[in-house]
């Protein structure tokens, strides 16, 4: 009885799937070539088809919902005043198109949304993006007037203004009757986008080729919007440019061959194109052809894909060769919502290595050259190797001139310092002062000094409310002076007693409790004290910077990453889980340090190298 109710249940589901999400994007992805006959009251026979369906398939599916709750594992990540970007999956493993980007100055964007059956799921998501319990939505794209992209708006917009709140919506549909007798879905979406527009008639807005705005921090550059020459809804779809946090991001929509040819000879030899990340046209299939990827050249890919689509199951589409392309154009890494939602942190890290790679009196200018000219986009000035002897310039009346004229000769050589590193611990008296004042002359974001560790007896701290208390005293004295000169102050864990846990480091900063004090991560440190990478997810508070080295786990050995026996795999996974944005600040110098000067700049070379890879991980 059990296995009948159960293929029942099961027979029912399959059919309704059918009808509600295998019709809507590629059946009439083809065109629909006869023209509905209008009802007696004016409406379409289509339309009313499609409402039918759709209404038995929404009760079907909240059926389900209730009884297996598909998202109940799911993890959503808090992104507000964060720069990134959520591709979400498909509850129904259906096709849609479905983006939510949150940026550092707390807007809010949604491109597209889906089909209706995802609004529940969009919802739950979206209030977990935000933290608000009613979202507000500063910008919503509508790509083109297809279910899959648009039906979610819809919904929102007329049973759902009680939980979300938007301020524009852009989009570029012509009249309905545009499509009458080549693509239905196009006429019932854009009916109904005009039958609720007059709810909203003050937020829209109508994007053109040429648009250049900003929502925030977020930059968009419009492309390509609806063309009468093509009587094809996904020839209509805008694609646009975003750049966000250093990247830049291309979104097509479900654009065609034509659309596609026509960006790439209006824009293709300008460079306007190439984006390190493109979203799939059509869901990766049938969509603009090989020349656009081409054009834009990313390093990774976004499929709003479902399995399906993805396998070609039906064994009509061209998703197979689309990710032929793919692979012939070096793409590094495809996402691909069949797998999940997925969120990606949008920003460029610099890569940064300290002066500490020279011995102590090096040439500061020299050292700066010689890391611009490998390609290092910032330095980390170690003072501890310009605070001691007589003739230290740090030491001298006119330091800050000496500071100054760093700064200039590091960006006359293409680079410049980010972070400094001080010499002793944050109880070091006047020198503090000095390091604080010469690390903003310098143009640094921020100054690592050490954590107090030991007694005035000369004990080592154990017990972590001594070491928070002493700590945060210390601390507390130079933050006036940090606020005025502009230099966020970092504590890291070290090797001794309770500084070794990267936890109490982080009890340290919630105690502090100030935007001009945060922590700096050194992972090797984690490492030869018994701590594996996992432990800065057990720390509640995300570092503003890394120490990135290796060791084999007996010693501080600061060696290039994987010269050691550190998991950085598990290390990224769990900065990806953190949503750590910072730099990579290579810490990683005793090789080079002990090498011959004239082998130096190969060493360097390849911890240049590491680090790429490093980053590329990272931010992808």
Same mark, same amino acid.
């Given at each position: !009885?059990k ?7 099961g ?7 059918? /009808?509600? @999400?295998a019709a ?12 509905a006959?209008a ?17 038995l398939?929404d ?7 209730n ?12 992104? !507000? ?8 999956k498909? =509850? ?7 983006f ?16 209706r ?16 319990? #009613? ?12 279910d899959?992209h648009?039906?979610?708006f819809?919904?929102?917009?007329e ?11 852009y ?10 007798g080549?693509?239905? &879905? ?19 807005a ?5 648009d250049?705005?900003?929502?925030g921090a977020?930059?968009?550059?419009v ?6 020459e093509w ?7 805008t694609?646009?440019?975003m750049?966000l ?6 979104f ?7 659309a ?11 460079g306007a194109?190439?984006?390190e990340?493109c #979203? ?16 834009? @050249?990313?390093?990774? /890919? ?8 993805w ?8 998703t197979?060769?689309?990710?032929a ?5 070096g +793409?590094?890494?495809?996402? +691909?919502?069949?797998?999940? @939602? ?9 890569? =940064?290595t300290?002066?500490?790679v ?7 200018d020299?050292?700066a050259q010689r890391?611009?000219a490998?390609?290092?986009e910032?330095?980390? !000035?170690?003072f ?8 230290s ?7 800050l001139n ?9 960006e006359?050589?293409?680079?410049r ?9 944050a109880?070091?008296g006047?020198?503090?002062?000095r ?7 310098m ?10 560790? #030991?007694?005035?007896n000369g004990?080592?701290?154990?017990k972590?409310?001594?070491?928070i208390s ?7 004295? &130079? ?5 005025? /000169?502009?230099?966020?102050?970092? @504590?890291?864990n070290?090797? &001794? ?6 936890r109490?480091?982080?009890?340290? +900063? #919630? ?13 090797g ?15 509640g +508070? ?9 060791n %084999? ?9 994987g010269?050691?026996?550190?998991d950085?795999?598990?290390?990224i ?6 949503g750590?944005?910072?730099? /990579? ?9 002990v090498?011959?000067?004239e ?9 240049? %190298? ?7 991980? !990272?931010?992808n």
């Open positions: !009885m296995k009948r109710v159960i293929k029942i249940i027979l029912i589901l399959a059919f309704t799937l059918i /009808c509600g @999400s809507p994007a590629f059946a009439l992805g083809a065109q629909v070539t006869a023209q006959d009802a007696t009251d004016g409406g379409n026979i289509f339309a009313g088809i499609i409402s039918f369906f759709r209404e398939f009760k079907i599916i909240s059926f389900f919902k009884i297996f709750d598909f998202s109940k594992k799911e993890v959503i990540p808090n992104t !507000m005043n964060k720069n990134a970007i959520h591709m979400l498909s =509850v129904t493993d259906t096709i849609c198109d479905s939510i980007i949150t940026t550092e100055d707390g807007k809010v964007i949604v491109i597209d949304g889906g089909h059956t995802e609004t529940e799921y969009f919802l739950k998501y979206l209030k977990a993006v935000t933290g608000q319990e #009613k979202p507000h939505i500063d910008a919503w794209f509508l790509s083109h007037a297809h899959d648009c039906e979610v819809l919904e929102v917009a049973n759902h203004a009680d939980e979300v709140s938007f301020d524009k919506v989009a570029n549909f012509p009249e309905a009757s545009f499509y009458d080549y693509d239905e &879905w196009g006429v019932y979406i854009i009916n109904e986008y005009n039958r609720l527009l007059p709810a909203f008639a003050d937020k829209a109508e994007l053109h080729e040429g250049n705005f900003n929502v977020a930059e968009f550059t492309f390509y919007t609806f063309n009468p009587k094809n809804v996904n020839e209509g779809s694609i646009m440019r750049d946090g250093g990247r830049s991001v291309m097509t929509g479900d654009a065609g061959v034509n596609g040819n026509y960006v790439v000879e209006q824009y293709g030899e300008s194109l190439d984006c990340i #979203k799939m046209a059509h869901h990766g299939q049938d969509g603009v052809d090989r020349n656009f990827y081409e054009a834009v @050249s990313p390093e990774v /890919c976004l499929w709003p894909t479902p399995s399906w689509v396998e070609n199951t039906n064994g009509n589409l061209k197979l060769e689309v990710r392309w793919i692979d012939d154009l +793409v590094k890494k495809n996402y +691909v919502a069949k797998d999940g @939602s997925k969120v990606f942190y949008v920003f460029s890290p610099k890569i =940064v300290t002066t500490d020279f011995e102590a009196g090096y040439p500061a020299r050292a890391l611009a490998l390609g290092y910032g330095i980390d !000035m170690g501890d190797y310009w605070v001691y002897g007589p003739e310039p740090f030491l001298q009346d006119d330091y000496w500071a100054a004229s760093l700064r200039e000769c590091a006359t050589a293409g680079t310092y980010t972070h400094a590193h001080a010499p002793g611990e109880n070091s006047d020198v503090i002062e390091l604080i004042r010469a690390a903003a002359v143009g640094a974001e921020y100054l690592v000094i050490h954590p107090v560790w #030991k007694y005035e004990k080592t701290i154990e972590k409310s001594d070491f002493i700590n945060a005293e210390a601390i507390r004295q &130079w933050l006036p002076l940090a606020e005025e /000169c502009g230099v966020i102050l970092l @504590s890291e070290i090797l &001794w007693g309770a500084s070794k846990d990267p109490i480091i982080a009890e340290l +900063v #919630k105690e502090v409790n100030s935007d001009w004090f945060g922590w700096c991560f050194d992972v440190h984690a490492h030869c004290c018994g701590y594996e990478p996992e432990i800065l997810g057990k720390c +508070v995300v570092p503003l910077s890394l120490h990135i080295q290796d %084999d786990g007996t010693g501080d050995g600061h060696l290039i990453p010269d050691g026996t550190i950085w795999d598990e290390f996974l769990v900065l990806k889980e953190i750590y944005t910072g730099d /990579c600040v290579m810490e990683a110098h005793h090789q080079s340090l090498a011959p000067d082998e130096r700049d190969e060493i360097l070379a390849r911890l240049l %190298d590491e680090s790429e890879k490093l980053r590329f991980e !990272m931010k």
